[in-house]
């Protein structure tokens, strides 16, 4: 079965300091991924996705993720956080149970980086 | 810029009530989704639509219906409100690709009394 584990529930982070939200992923055919965020009371949006090609992904806000096939992971990045980087971040894989373009979502991962 | 709209931010309603939420879309995507969002389990896709009149199941279709009468517009209906229902619900919509980008919804937030 298809799967995304998000394995932290919350991190904190001090502002400046690099960040790492974790993603680990089980599917069954080449592994569609994608990273969005949540800010408080809003719905989701886009980060960045990795489809094929580079391993690293660059995407909105100065997020990046690093997609890693053997440690089935993709794990998202910056290199200094922001104080208003603070928001719920859900990674998803595509569903290849599904229908083209299902998503299956992570639990989310609450970031939070304090002055 | 793609636009997702959802037909209220807040919702408040009374248990066994009939619920309508809609969600519209302007880039002419052919998947719709409905999700739910509650604390500690994520979204749960509840139903979605890949073209006018077509819908299908998700993991948590039950106590919900759908209908999808043009393209641009998919409605979520709960057709007897219960206190679990109450949730955040979210909206999307992509093209008919795999490899496609979710646009969301700026979300309902239901409550059910």
């Given amino acids: 079965a298809q799967s995304v584990a998000q394995p932290e529930d919350q991190v904190n982070v001090a502002e400046g300091n690099p960040l790492t939200v974790k993603c680990t992923y089980s599917v069954s055919g080449n592994p569609y991924l994608f990273w969005y965020v949540q800010y408080p009371n809003r719905g989701l949006q886009f980060l960045l996705k990795y489809i094929t090609g580079d391993n690293l992904v660059k995407g909105s806000y100065g997020f990046e993720a690093e997609f890693n096939k053997s440690q089935t992971s993709f794990h998202l990045k910056k290199p200094s956080a922001l104080v208003s980087d603070s928001a719920l971040y859900f990674c998803a894989v595509r569903d290849y149970g599904g229908s083209q373009g299902n998503l299956i979502f992570g639990k989310g991962t609450k970031l939070s980086v304090k002055p | ?113």
């Fill in chain 2, 1 to 113: 810029d793609v636009k997702v709209t959802q037909s209220s931010r807040y919702l408040v309603k009374r248990t066994g009530e009939k619920v309508f939420l809609e969600c519209v879309q302007d880039m002419d995507h052919e998947n719709m989704f409905w999700y739910r969002q509650d604390p500690g389990l994520g979204l749960r896709l509840i139903y979605f639509s890949y073209d006018v009149k077509m819908k299908e199941k998700g993991d948590i279709p039950e106590g919900y219906s759908v209908s999808r009468e043009k393209k641009e517009r998919f409605s979520l209906i709960l057709e007897s409100a219960s206190t679990n229902q109450t949730s955040m619900y979210l909206c999307a919509s992509s093209f008919l690709v795999s490899t496609d980008t979710q646009y969301f919804g700026p979300g309902t937030r239901l409550t059910v009394l």
